[in-house]
C-alpha cells in the first residue's frame, strides 16, 4: 500500500527541487528525494525543502533506483525529476514501478538531438540541413553537405555546453577535435552513454557530434503543457542577449516587436515539434528561431522539464501558470492544478550571471547592493558555497526578475550593471 509519496530523482544539485517538492506537498504528499550521496551540509539544506533523502550511488540505473524506491514504498504515487540528464532513466524508473505517464522510450527518442530532426522532418516541421560528423577527416564532405557557417554540437546536450560556430572547413575539423577531446573527460555522464537511433543502433555521443546550418533570425523560447494530447504553450520569451559561447543572458516576456501573427505561428511550431516527438501527459521546454528563410524553425526540445534558471517564474507572474505544479499533476495523474489570476502583467525580464572562470565557489558577493536597484524584482541565487562552477558551461549562478525596462538596449545596459556588482570568490 502506498504511503502517499512522491519520489524526485535528482543528479545535480537544481533549484527545481524546492519548486516540485512544494507542488508535492500542496497534493497532500511526502516528496522524498534520491540523489547522489550528499554530504552534511547538503542534507541540512535541504532539511526544509523535503521530507528525506536517500541516497543512491547510480541515478541514471533505472533498477537500482526502482528497488530503492519500491523498498521504502512498493506503490509510489509517481517518480519525477526536473534534471536534464536523468528525465529518461527516471521515466524508466516509473514504467519499472507502475506510474509511468509518459512511454520511455519518448524521452529516449528526445535525447538524441540528431533523431529528433529526422522525426520533425518527416512531420512536415522546416528545419535547418544538418548531419552527423563521426572523424575529423570528415570535416570537408560535412561541410558540403550543410553548408556554412554551421553549429557543432554534442547530439544529446544541454546547458549550450561545447557549442561551436564554424565558417571553415579546418574550422569544423577544429571543433570536431575539441569535442573529442573534452566530451569522452566530461564530468557529465551522460556523454558517456550510448544513445539508441531509431534503427535500434547504437550512437556513441563522445565520437560523433550534429553539425547544423546557421539559422538566421530572433529566437524565441517557450514552455508547453501536455495533457491527454493537448498541446498548451504557457508563455514566449524572446533572447535579446546572447553571448560568443551561446549562453543566453537575458530574457524578456512578451517578445518585443513580435506581432501576435507571428507569435501565434511560434507557439504553434512548438506545439508541431511535441506532438511529433509523441509526448504526452508531461511538460517540455521547446527554442525556435523564426528564420529568415525556414519562418519559425525549432532550435531543440528539452521534453520531460520546464525551462532552466526562473523562466518559469516570469511566466507564473504573468499568465498565473505554474509549469512545476503542472509537471507534478501530469506526473502523479492528478487533476490540473488550480490556477491563479496573473500577478505582474507586465513587460517583464530576466537576467542570468554565470561563473567567470573555473574553481570551488566560497562565496558571492553583491547580491544585497543588486537588490536594491529600481529595476530589480527579485534576486535568486541558485549555487551553493562548495558547488564547483566552470564558465565552459551554463551554471546559473545569480538571476534576476527585472522590471521597468523600456527596450532590449536598456536590458542589455541592466545586465552589464548587475555583472559589474555581482563578485564571486573561486578556489
Request: net charge negative; glycine share 8%; hydrophobic share 50%.
Given at each position: 500500500m502506498s504511503t502517499g509519496t512522491a519520489f524526485l530523482v535528482r543528479e545535480e544539485r537544481g533549484h527545481w527541487v524546492g519548486e516540485v517538492a512544494a507542488a508535492v506537498h500542496a497534493a497532500g504528499l511526502r516528496a522524498v528525494l534520491v540523489a547522489p550521496p550528499l554530504d552534511e551540509h547538503e542534507r541540512g539544506e535541504l532539511a526544509s525543502v523535503v521530507d528525506d533523502v536517500v541516497a543512491v550511488e547510480d541515478v541514471y540505473d533505472p533498477d537500482a533506483v526502482a528497488a530503492?524506491?519500491?523498498?521504502?514504498?512498493?506503490?509510489?504515487?509517481?517518480?519525477?525529476?526536473?534534471?536534464?540528464?536523468?528525465?529518461?532513466?527516471?521515466?524508466?524508473?516509473?514504467?519499472?514501478?507502475?506510474?509511468?505517464?509518459?512511454?520511455?522510450?519518448?524521452?529516449e527518442l528526445a535525447r538524441n538531438k540528431f533523431a529528433v530532426r529526422e522525426v520533425l522532418a518527416e512531420a512536415g516541421l522546416p528545419g535547418p540541413?544538418?548531419?552527423?560528423?563521426?572523424?575529423?577527416?570528415?570535416?570537408?564532405?560535412?561541410?558540403?553537405?550543410?553548408?556554412?557557417?554551421?553549429?557543432?554540437?554534442?547530439?544529446?546536450?544541454?546547458?549550450?555546453?561545447?557549442?561551436?560556430?564554424?565558417?571553415?572547413?579546418?574550422?569544423?575539423?577544429?571543433?570536431?577535435?575539441?569535442?573529442?577531446?573534452?566530451?569522452?573527460?566530461?564530468?557529465?555522464?551522460?556523454?558517456r552513454r550510448p544513445l539508441p537511433g531509431r534503427d535500434g543502433s547504437l550512437l556513441d555521443p563522445s565520437t560523433a557530434f550534429l553539425v547544423e546550418g546557421m539559422l538566421r533570425g530572433p529566437e524565441y523560447?517557450?514552455?508547453?503543457?501536455?495533457?491527454?494530447?493537448?498541446?498548451?504553450?504557457?508563455?514566449?520569451?524572446?533572447?535579446?542577449?546572447?553571448?560568443?559561447?551561446?549562453?543566453?543572458?537575458?530574457?524578456?516576456?512578451?517578445?518585443?516587436?513580435?506581432?501576435?501573427?507571428?507569435?501565434?505561428?511560434?507557439?504553434?511550431?512548438?506545439?508541431?515539434?511535441?506532438?511529433?516527438?509523441?509526448?504526452?501527459?508531461?511538460?517540455?521546454?521547446?527554442?525556435?528561431?523564426?528564420?529568415?528563410?525556414?519562418?519559425?524553425?525549432?532550435?531543440?526540445?528539452?521534453?520531460?522539464?520546464?525551462?532552466?534558471?526562473?523562466?518559469?517564474?516570469?511566466?507564473?507572474?504573468?499568465?498565473?501558470?505554474?509549469?512545476?505544479?503542472?509537471?507534478?499533476?501530469?506526473?502523479?495523474?492528478?487533476?490540473?492544478?488550480?490556477?491563479?489570476?496573473?500577478?505582474?502583467?507586465?513587460?517583464?525580464?530576466?537576467?542570468?550571471?554565470y561563473a567567470s572562470g573555473s574553481g570551488r565557489l566560497e562565496a558571492i558577493h553583491g547580491v544585497e547592493e543588486l537588490s536594491e536597484l529600481p529595476e530589480v524584482l527579485n534576486v535568486i541565487t541558485t549555487v551553493s558555497p562548495g558547488q564547483v562552477l566552470t564558465d565552459e558551461q551554463e551554471i546559473y549562478v545569480v538571476n534576476l526578475v527585472v522590471a521597468g525596462f523600456?527596450?532590449?538596449?536598456?536590458?542589455?545596459?541592466?545586465?552589464a550593471e548587475a555583472a559589474s556588482m555581482i563578485k564571486l570568490e573561486l578556489s
Open positions: 530503492v524506491i519500491r523498498a521504502i514504498d512498493p506503490a509510489p504515487a509517481g517518480v519525477l525529476t526536473g534534471s536534464d540528464g536523468a528525465i529518461a532513466s527516471t521515466a524508466r524508473v516509473a514504467e519499472l514501478l507502475g506510474v509511468a505517464r509518459c512511454p520511455a522510450s519518448v524521452f540541413r544538418c548531419t552527423l560528423i563521426t572523424a575529423e577527416d570528415e570535416a570537408a564532405a560535412v561541410a558540403e553537405r550543410v553548408g556554412l557557417p554551421a553549429v557543432v554540437k554534442p547530439v544529446n546536450g544541454a546547458a549550450s555546453n561545447l557549442i561551436r560556430l564554424v565558417s571553415t572547413v579546418d574550422e569544423l575539423a577544429a571543433a570536431y577535435r575539441l569535442l573529442a577531446e573534452r566530451l569522452p573527460v566530461s564530468a557529465d555522464p551522460r556523454y523560447a517557450l514552455d508547453v503543457v501536455v495533457r491527454d494530447g493537448v498541446v498548451e504553450p504557457v508563455e514566449i520569451l524572446d533572447k535579446p542577449l546572447i553571448d560568443e559561447r551561446k549562453f543566453e543572458l537575458a530574457l524578456s516576456c512578451p517578445p518585443q516587436g513580435l506581432s501576435g501573427e507571428r507569435a501565434a505561428l511560434v507557439a504553434d511550431t512548438g506545439a508541431a515539434a511535441v506532438r511529433a516527438l509523441g509526448l504526452d501527459n508531461t511538460v517540455a521546454h521547446v527554442e525556435v528561431i523564426d528564420d529568415e528563410t525556414l519562418g519559425p524553425t525549432i532550435v531543440e526540445v528539452n521534453a520531460g522539464r520546464p525551462a532552466g534558471s526562473i523562466m518559469p517564474l516570469l511566466a507564473k507572474l504573468r499568465t498565473g501558470i505554474d509549469v512545476f505544479a503542472e509537471l507534478v499533476a501530469l506526473g502523479l495523474g492528478a487533476p490540473p492544478p488550480e490556477r491563479e489570476a496573473p500577478q505582474l502583467p507586465i513587460p517583464l525580464g530576466m537576467l542570468i550571471l523600456a527596450d532590449h538596449e536598456e536590458l542589455a545596459a541592466l545586465h
